[in-house]
Structure formats: C-alpha cells, structure tokens
C-alpha cells in the first residue's frame, strides 16, 4: 500500500511538473514572441507603405490609433491607442487590434486627446521582458539619458520630436506620502504651467540642461515601477518647436544629488527633502 501510494504522488509530483513547466513556457516565452510578432505586424502597417498617410492601414483596422511613440535604440516603437470614453482601463488589457494581452498598450485617456493639450500623458506597462515601456526605467541612468535624449511621437496630424527635460519616480498611494499629480493635462493659466513645469524639475534624477516655457508642450510617459508598491517611472519631454535645432549638449547634464522623492524613500532610505 505504501509503495502505491508513494508511486501515484510521484505521478502527481511529475504531472504538476509538467503543468507548470507549460504555464511557464507560455508566460515567459510564447506570450512574448507572439506580442513581438503582433507588434513586428504594426510597425510594417506603419513603417513599410509609401503612402501620404502613414497612419492610413492602422486606421483600417482600429480607428482608436492616434499617433506613434518610439525611442531609438529601445524597444519602446508603437502605436499609441485612445482610451474608450466608456472604458478609461480598456487598454491596459487589449492591443492594437482590440484582443485580451497582459502586454495592453501604449495610451491616453479619452479626455487627453487634443490640439490644446499642453500635457499629453502616455501609460505603458513595464513588462518582464523588456517590452513597452518598461525601457523608461532606463532613463534613471545619466549615460542611458545622454545617449538618448529625444523622444519621437507622432500625431495623426503631424510629426513631432521632444526633448527629454525630467525623469522621476512618484507614489500614488496617499500613505507613502503627498502625491504629486503628474497627469494633468491642460493648465488654468501660464503660471500654473510654470509651476508644474518647476516642480518636475525639482524631482527629476537628472539636472537636464533644457527650459521649459509657458508657450512649450509636454509629452509625459509612465509606467510602474516597483521601488515601493504603486509606484511609477515617469519621463517628461517638451516638444521641439519648428526652426528649433534638434542639437543638445547632454554631457551639461549630471546626476540630481537631493532630488525631491516621495515621503516613503526617505522613511526607508534616508536623507532630507529639499526645501
């Protein structure tokens, strides 16, 4: 009877191996390839056809699509989709051709979609494999940041280039401390603007050499970051003006040595606040 049972939990023991050896390989590789594949599909869509509109296929298959981000040199090149009105979280689960994937996409919510915007913020998942946004996490590192310092996103209506001006870690939970909102979208007047524009210096890992204006827009792209439960990696740009030169001196820039952090690093870490 023993021997039996000894034999049937080694069946058990092998046949929970197994399961758990294809849930793994599903998790870390096809899930993976399968994304690339999907996506390698957009950027051919985008990229490949000679045509006025580049956006023109995209559209064909889902006219949510409203522009593309990439980052040379990164894995972050892709279709940046508009949040349903109905449905704000829609795509933190679905890719470009509305399907269920972990992977989501790059977004907006429906309401930070326009013309006027002068903060158009962009949220992408931090994937274990490196895929959409997880590259932000990058740009804490000053020589990752020098060699790339501009970020490309297109609209439908125009190419556009911005330039790198912040890169900081926020919490959006209210017990590690004040939370800084750094999805607003469009400003009461200039000075609040400026303000805004001021306090993401303040917090930024990098003292980046590039001002910020009244008359400038922002580009701000999140994602999670796991320093503390519910935090975020967030990488502010302001857009380069026509006529402006696309040229940048990044070896003026140097690593923050107090930048302002949320409540809860200081609790663990250490340090003081700037005043």
Not at 101 to 119: P, R, V, W
């Amino acid at each position: 009877m023993i021997k039996i049972f000894r034999k049937l939990l080694m069946w058990i023991c092998i046949v929970v191996l197994i399961v758990s050896s294809g849930i793994l390989l599903k998790l870390l590789v096809f899930d993976s390839w399968n994304e690339s594949k999907i996506n390698e599909s957009a950027r051919e869509l985008y990229y490949e056809p000679e045509t006025e509109n580049k956006f023109s296929s995209l559209l064909d298959l889902n006219g949510d699509i409203v522009g593309w981000i990439s980052i040379e040199d990164t894995n972050i090149d892709y279709p940046v989709l508009r949040s349903p009105k109905e449905d704000s979280d829609f795509y933190l689960s679905h890719n470009y051709k509305k399907e269920k994937s972990k992977y989501g996409s790059i977004f907006l919510s429906y309401d930070n979609y326009s013309e006027e915007a002068k903060n158009i913020v962009l949220y992408g998942h931090h994937m274990a494999d490196g895929k959409m946004f997880a590259d932000l996490m990058k740009f804490s590192d000053l020589e990752f940041y020098r060699k790339h310092p501009i970020i490309k996103f297109d609209t439908l209506n125009e190419e556009g280039n911005w330039k790198i001006i912040s890169v900081f870690k926020t919490n959006t939970l209210s017990d590690q401390g004040e939370i800084f909102n750094y999805t607003i979208s469009n400003f009461s007047n200039p000075k609040n603007f400026i303000e805004y524009i001021e306090e993401i210096k303040k917090r930024s890992l990098i003292n980046i050499p590039i001002v910020a204006g009244a008359d400038d827009k922002l580009l701000t792209l999140s994602t999670c970051s796991y320093e503390f439960k519910g935090f975020r990696t967030v990488v502010v740009a302001k857009k380069v003006k026509e006529g402006e030169s696309l040229e940048i001196d990044t070896s003026l820039a140097s690593k923050s040595e107090n930048p302002l952090m949320p409540q809860c690093w200081y609790d663990r870490y250490g340090g003081v606040a700037p005043s």
